[in-house]
C-alpha cells in the first residue's frame, strides 16, 4: 500500500464518519438563513484542512446558514486576529492562536460569554478544558466561559530506539523518576560518544529567550518538582510559598546544568521553536520532550515507515518521590470577539462541532496530532489508542492527569512568558554568571511587578 493511498484511506474514513454522523443535530439553527465569517488556522497536514472544508459544507448543508471561512497559516492567522481586536473590525469567530490570548482577551471584556455553548456538552469534558475556558472579566468582575474547547495538546517525550540500543540500553531500562529519567540520556550520550559518534547529544532542551517551546519546558520541571501551585485558581501568585521557590530554583539548575555540561547542543540557547524537531529528525538528540507529536507525524506523512517506528513516544515519568506528574494542557477554543455581527451562528457552528462524534471525525483527519478534549471519544472509538505513538499522546493528554496553563487562572502569567522571565533566568545562569538562588529572586521580582498589573477581586 503506497503512503497516498493509505493517507487517503484514511481520510476517506474519517470523513465518512463524520458525514454519517452530522445531518441531523439538535442544535442547528433553522431560522432565516445567516453568514458567519471564520478564520481559521491552515491545517499541519492537507487532510486537516480538507476535513474542515467537510466540515464547514456538513453544517452548511444541516443549518442553512453558510459559514464564510479563511484557512490562514499559523503565523498570519495571529497578525490577522492582533490587527482585528485593534481595528474593531473583528469577524465572527477564531481560535485562540496564540494560546493566551483567550485569557486576555476575556481579561479586558473583548469576548462574548459563550457558556451556553459549552453547557451543550459540559459533562464530555475534561476538567482542565472546562478550567482554561473558564476565565476571568476584570471589567464584569467575574469569571465565566469565553471559548469552546476542541482540541488539547501537551508535552510528551520523544526518543529514538536505535540511538538508546546502541548505546547498549533498551526502552525499558530507562529509569522511572524525574531526575533519574533525564540522566539517563547523559549516559547514552556518553556511550556514544565513545563509539566516535561525536554530534549527538542526549537531550534536546530549548533554552532560548525567544520562543514559546522554553516556556513551556520551564513549566513542566516547575510543576515535576512541585510548584504547580505557584498560580492558584483564585488569580493569586505564591512565589513566597517556599515550595515553590524550592520547584523554581531545582528548575534553573537542571536543564542549566545539563547544557554547561555539554549534553544539549550549544544552539540550544539560541533555537527557534522548530529547531528542536530537526535536530531530531536529524538524530542529532536522543530524546526531546515537545509539545504534540507533530515530531511522529512529520516523518509519518513524508512516508518515512522505518523512522516512525524506530521512533518512541513516552509520557512524562513521575516526580523525583513518585507520583504521577500532571501534563500542562493547552487547549484551542473558538473564540467570538465583542463586535462580532453573526453570534447566533458563530455558536450554533460551534454547538455542531463540538457533538464528539463529529469532533471525532474531524480531529481524526488530522492523524491525531491534536487530541481531543473528550474522554469519551477516547474511549468509544479505539482508533486513538491503536497507534503506539497516538496511544501514548493519548493517554497522556486526554485520559491522564493533567493542568491547565497559569495564564488561565491569571493573564499576568502570558505576559511573565511572552517577556521571557524564566528562560531568561536560564540564562542569566548560563551567561550572566549569577546563581541560580540570584536568578530566580531577580525572576521573582520581576514576576510579582507584572501580577500587580493584574489585580482579581
Not at 479563511?70 to 503565523?75: D, E, G, H, S, Y
Not at 472509538?381 to 488561565?408: E, K
Request: neutral net charge; glycine residues 6%; charged residues 20%.
Amino acid at each position: 500500500m503506497t503512503k497516498a493511498t493509505t493517507r487517503r484511506s484514511l481520510l476517506r474514513n474519517s470523513l465518512g464518519l463524520l458525514t454519517a454522523g452530522a445531518l441531523a443535530r439538535p442544535y442547528i439553527a433553522r431560522a432565516a438563513a445567516k453568514t458567519a465569517t471564520v478564520w481559521w488556522v491552515q491545517g499541519f497536514a492537507q487532510e486537516e484542512d480538507v476535513a474542515f472544508r467537510k466540515l464547514v459544507a456538513d453544517y452548511e448543508k444541516a443549518s442553512g446558514n453558510t459559514i464564510d471561512y479563511a484557512l490562514i497559516p499559523f503565523a498570519p492567522h495571529r497578525q490577522k486576529i492582533v490587527s482585528a481586536m485593534t481595528s474593531g473590525v473583528v469577524p465572527d469567530l477564531f481560535p485562540n492562536n496564540p494560546v493566551e490570548i483567550l485569557a486576555l482577551y476575556a481579561w479586558d471584556n473583548k469576548l462574548v460569554d459563550v457558556t451556553d455553548v459549552v453547557e451543550t456538552q459540559k459533562p464530555q469534558y475534561t476538567e482542565t478544558a472546562l478550567l482554561t475556558s473558564f476565565c476571568y472579566n476584570s471589567v464584569e468582575k467575574r469569571r465565566s466561559y469565553y471559548a469552546v474547547p476542541y482540541t488539547c495538546a501537551v508535552r510528551p517525550n520523544h526518543l529514538w530506539r536505535p540511538l538508546i540500543e546502541k548505546a547498549g540500553h533498551t526502552i525499558e531500562d530507562i529509569p522511572k523518576t524525574w531526575d533519574a529519567y533525564y540522566d539517563f540520556f547523559k549516559e547514552v550520550q556518553k556511550k556514544l560518544r565513545a563509539q566516535r559518534m561525536r554530534n549527538v547529544y542526549g537531550m534536546g532542551f530549548q533554552l532560548n529567550t525567544t520562543g514559546n517551546d522554553s516556556n513551556a519546558l520551564f513549566d513542566y520541571f516547575l510543576i515535576a518538582y512541585g510548584g504547580k501551585d505557584i498560580v492558584s485558581e483564585d488569580g493569586k501568585l505564591h512565589v513566597d510559598d517556599p515550595r515553590v521557590k524550592e520547584a523554581a530554583i531545582k528548575t534553573v539548575i537542571y536543564p542549566t546544568t545539563a547544557y554547561k555540561e555539554g549534553f544539549v547542543p550549544p544552539g540550544a540557547i539560541n533555537w527557534n521553536d522548530a529547531d528542536d524537531n530537526n535536530a531530531f529528525h536529524a538524530k542529532q538528540i536522543v530524546m526531546d520532550l515537545d509539545g504534540t507529536i507533530s515530531t511522529e507525524v512529520a516523518v509519518l506523512s513524508q512516508g518515512k515507515k522505518d523512522d516512525y517506528n524506530d521512533m518512541v513516544t513516552m509520557g512524562l515519568p513521575l516526580s523525583n518521590d513518585g507520583r504521577p506528574v500532571p501534563s500542562e494542557a493547552l487547549h484551542t477554543g473558538g473564540l467570538i470577539p465583542q463586535g462580532a455581527k453573526n453570534i447566533e451562528v458563530a455558536k450554533d457552528f460551534l454547538k455542531f462541532l463540538i457533538q464528539p462524534e463529529v469532533l471525532n471525525s474531524y480531529l481524526k483527519a488530522g492523524l491525531g496530532r491534536n487530541i481531543p478534549c473528550m474522554p469519551s471519544i477516547a474511549k468509544n472509538d479505539s482508533w486513538w489508542l491503536a497507534d503506539p505513538h497516538r496511544a501514548a499522546y493519548t493517554r497522556q493528554g486526554l485520559l491522564g492527569p493533567t493542568v491547565p496553563n497559569f495564564w488561565v487562572f491569571n493573564p499576568a502569567y502570558a505576559s511573565v512568558e511572552n517577556t521571557h522571565v524564566w528562560p531568561t533566568a536560564w540564562a542569566d545562569v548560563i551567561n550572566g554568571g549569577l546563581t541560580p538562588q540570584a536568578a530566580v529572586e531577580k525572576a521573582f521580582k520581576r514576576v510579582e511587578e507584572i501580577f500587580a498589573k493584574y489585580p482579581i477581586s
